[in-house]
């Protein structure tokens, strides 16, 4: 029987092998092959640290109390990777750099991941390029997603995933933070821009379009990229209009509104899933059993792997107060 530790270890390590697919190990093998012998290797730790993703800044020089753009500290790159074995890492803050100061620094981390770390597995670096490869100077930046959407043109979407996917794997980043597939029912919401609009039909389609152009028929080609839907789901329809606050929302509602578009992005091809950050009728989105397993994986046959969003897995702890502590909040998040 596969736990849900070794089912998301076994989703990370597809995805981190299918995106460095060019690298001579991968070539000798399937990644299928490669996972399954890569995870009769691993311990417990090392699976765990598969699941963990940390901000660049926990890697990075400090200088006077903030962490960019002062480059990778091999010190806490090699603690972090070699001792507590952390399979991803996310850029974050307020820094666009040029493409070579990009290579530096994933060079850098893959050195560690793929030459010291014992069973050399590539670490996974996401990004929110979410109008273009918004941390990359001199890359095409495009108008919000509401803009885009208000087009009505689908093939734009597609020609801004292939440009955002040409652009960021210049710069070594194999995995974006987006499409945002909430839909636009709730003006008061502050991240309203992020979305594709109020039409089911237009967002889905939107969306879908955005996702072929990102990926191609390859997410590990070497100008493509993986997408990451998000916030699954409700997140963009709080019942007051504050970020991060509950939802309430009915079956129907739910699968006529706000299911359909990522249930046809997951069919599209998409390998990763971000989880709205507050709550729907009751129930935290990092501990919704029903719409992480039920829908996502059980209806929709979706093989990939979820990923947390900002902290909030610790959250189920601190504020939504259903966890006894935050390492029950941990297991009630990989159970979900």
């Not at 689908?154 to 933070?177: D, H, K, M, V, Y």
């Amino acid at each position: 029987m596969r736990t849900p530790v070794k089912m998301v270890a076994i989703a990370a390590l597809a995805m981190a092998l299918s995106v460095f697919a060019t690298a001579q190990w991968a070539k000798q093998a399937g990644v299928d092959v490669r996972v399954e012998d890569l995870l009769k290797q691993m311990t417990l730790e090392e699976k765990v640290g598969q699941m963990t993703q940390v901000t660049i800044d926990v890697v990075s020089k400090d200088a006077d109390g903030k962490a960019e753009p002062y480059g990778i500290d091999q010190a806490k790159l090699e603690k972090a990777i070699l001792q507590y074995h952390v399979g991803s890492i996310l850029n974050v803050v307020d820094y666009a750099y040029s493409v070579d100061q990009w290579y530096e620094i994933i060079s850098a981390i893959q050195d560690v991941a793929t030459k010291k770390a014992r069973l050399h597995i590539p670490v996974l670096y996401g990004i929110d390029a979410i109008h273009g490869a918004t941390y990359t100077m001199g890359a095409t930046l495009f108008p919000q997603a509401i803009t885009m959407a208000a087009s009505w043109n689908p093939e734009l979407l597609r020609q801004e995933g292939e440009i955002t996917a040409a652009e960021a794997r210049a710069s070594g980043i194999p995995w974006n933070f987006y499409p945002v597939l909430d839909m636009g029912r709730q003006p008061l919401w502050p991240r309203f821009w992020e979305t594709l609009g109020e039409d089911v039909h237009l967002a889905t389609t939107m969306g879908v379009e955005y996702i072929k152009g990102l990926q191609g028929d390859d997410f590990g080609a070497k100008n493509k990229m993986a997408s990451c839907l998000k916030h699954y789901v409700g997140y963009g329809f709080p019942f007051t209009g504050k970020d991060r606050t509950p939802a309430f929302i009915d079956e129907r509602t739910m699968r006529e509104v706000f299911l359909p578009a990522f249930e046809a992005a997951v069919k599209a091809g998409a390998p990763t899933v971000m989880v709205n950050s507050g709550e729907v009728n009751g129930i935290p989105g990092h501990a919704n059993y029903h719409l992480l397993t039920e829908v996502l994986k059980g209806e929709w046959k979706f093989q990939g792997f979820v990923v947390s969003d900002w902290e909030d897995i610790k959250r189920l702890y601190s504020r939504e107060h259903v966890a006894e502590s935050p390492k029950e909040a941990v297991r009630m998040a990989v159970m979900a």
